[in-house]
């Protein structure tokens, strides 16, 4: 069975800042991963998506995320972050074989400060 | 931009009620799927529905939970007796045949 791991609850960073939010996950089989992002009272939102393919995926607000299958890791990267982008990250995992089915990490809360 | 729709944002019920979630998917879509979120913590997969019946679901799914997609175009999770840990913020989400999930913005359900 998957897991997902988000070894960072909180991370706190400075405006313009560069910040990456981690995410490993553990599968026996091949995987999809995901970023979704959750804005406070919002629902969650598809940020960005590794399905097969080149293994550096891109969203239109600047992250991108780079799908590293030796390390099982998927790990959320933004060279400057801007207020806007405090908001809950949650990387997710959905097994080749498991359906549509999707297994979400714990979440890491990015506050971004003036 | 297409969008899942939730109903209501937020519901507080007695311990014991019955409550209906309901959820209009994007239309299109051929995947639905509920999930909860408990105050923090992990979001949690329930169930999956595809060509009307549960294609899966886990264990916190069990007796007291039941999905239905009466008329084609809402897709309800019905809690037949709530107890007070079943107070989350529950998503509705859909699917077309790419893996990618819409979701709605959650209902929050509160049983007191």
């Known amino acids: 069975a998957q897991s997902v791991t988000q070894l960072d609850s909180q991370v706190p960073v400075f405006e313009e800042a560069p910040v990456e939010l981690r995410c490993n996950y553990s599968?026996?089989?091949?995987?999809?991963l995901f970023w979704y992002v959750q804005y406070p009272n919002q629902g969650l939102q598809l940020l960005l998506k590794?399905?097969?393919?080149?293994?550096l995926v891109e969203s239109i607000n600047g992250f991108e995320a780079e799908f590293n299958k030796s390390q099982t890791s998927f790990h959320l990267r933004k060279p400057s972050v801007h207020i806007s982008d405090t908001a809950e990250y949650f990387c997710?995992?959905?097994?080749?074989?498991?359906?549509?089915?999707?297994?979400f990490g714990g979440g890491t809360r990015l506050m971004v400060k003036p | 931009e297409p969008e899942v729709t939730q109903t209501p944002s937020h519901q507080v019920t007695q311990m014991g009620q019955e409550v209906i979630l309901r959820c209009v998917p994007i239309?299109?879509?051929?995947?639905f799927y509920w999930y909860r979120q408990i105050l923090g913590q992990k979001v949690e997969f329930l169930v999956s529905f595809y060509n009307n019946e549960i294609s899966e679901k886990s264990e916190i799914f069990d007796d007291q939970f039941s999905v239905e997609r009466p008329d084609g175009s809402n897709f309800t999770l019905k809690i037949r007796s709530t107890k007070l840990e079943d107070s989350a913020m529950y998503f509705c989400?859909?699917?077309?045949?790419?893996?990618?999930?819409?979701f709605g913005q959650g209902t929050r359900l509160t049983v007191v």
């Open positions: 590794y399905l097969s393919g080149s293994t």
């Open positions: 239309s299109n879509h051929l995947y």
């Open positions: 989400a859909s699917s077309g045949d790419d893996r990618q999930a819409f």
């Open positions: 599968s026996s089989v091949s995987v999809y």
């Open positions: 997710a995992v959905s097994e080749d074989n498991a359906g549509n089915m999707l297994t």
